[in-house]
């Protein structure tokens, strides 16, 4: 039963610490996307990468964020400083990006509190 | 800018019973459109898809109907079941931007008995 893997499930933080969220996509995928779920905003995208490259970060704040794929296992999302407005779930997500119609698949999600 | 946009929060529906949830889009260009569940503490799950080609789609008991003129697609649950309570989330993409989904904010179905 393949599935999108993250670490960690939980993560509670102070103002100011260093955040790594890690993804595993499903083997075989050539697409990863990092998405934010809050209250406010809903589900947003931050950003993605096919075939390990970074496609598009517009969604993610620049200073603070920063999204890599150092292979085709692993995706990281960090956050350096956390603010208390990160707090959220973060969503990892793959597919295969065959032109428009794929699906993306959804890992379980990181709940980030920043305090 | 709420280009996805889902009006009702909330869907009450007796086990049995049809489910119909809604999604309105304004953006022109989107041509995939699809459907996630989503329970408490996990991601969302992927349901359904339909193109632009198509007006209808369907699998099992779920089925998705897509008006194009309208900017409107539908998903009906036949028969409802318990196991479907649960927030449906509509999303979209367009071609140009595959990858790029619009989410909309939900809709939280809740199946009685």
């Known amino acids: 039963d393949a599935r999108v893997t993250q670490t960690p499930r939980d993560k509670v933080t102070e103002m100011g610490q260093e955040v790594t969220m890690r993804c595993q996509p499903i083997l075989g995928h050539n697409t990863v996307f990092w998405y934010r779920q809050t209250m406010k905003q809903g589900l947003e995208l931050l950003a993605y990468f096919r075939n390990r490259a970074p496609l598009d970060d517009s969604g993610m704040p620049k200073d603070r964020f920063s999204a890599e794929m150092p292979d085709a296992t692993l995706a990281t999302l960090k956050i350096q400083p956390s603010e208390p407005r990160d707090s959220a779930v973060y969503f990892c997500?793959?597919?295969?990006?065959?032109?428009?119609?794929?699906?993306?698949?959804f890992g379980p999600g990181t709940r980030l509190l920043v305090l | 800018d709420q280009q996805v946009k889902q009006n009702s929060p909330s869907l009450s529906v007796q086990e049995g019973r049809i489910s119909i949830l809604n999604c309105d889009y304004t953006?022109?260009?989107?041509?995939?459109f699809l459907w996630y569940k989503k329970y408490p503490a996990e991601g969302p799950t992927f349901l359904i898809s339909?193109?632009?080609?198509?007006d209808k789609n369907e699998d099992g008991r779920f089925t998705v109907f897509l008006n194009k003129s309208a900017k409107h697609l539908s998903l009906h649950i036949v028969p409802s079941q318990p196991g479907d309570s649960a927030v449906y989330f509509c999303a979209a993409s367009a071609t140009d931007s595959w990858g790029k989904l619009q989410f909309g904010a939900g809709t939280q179905v809740v199946v009685t008995p």
């Open positions: 953006n022109s260009m989107f041509d995939y």
């Open positions: 339909i193109s632009s080609i198509k």
């Open positions: 997500a793959s597919g295969m990006g065959q032109g428009t119609f794929g699906a993306q698949y």
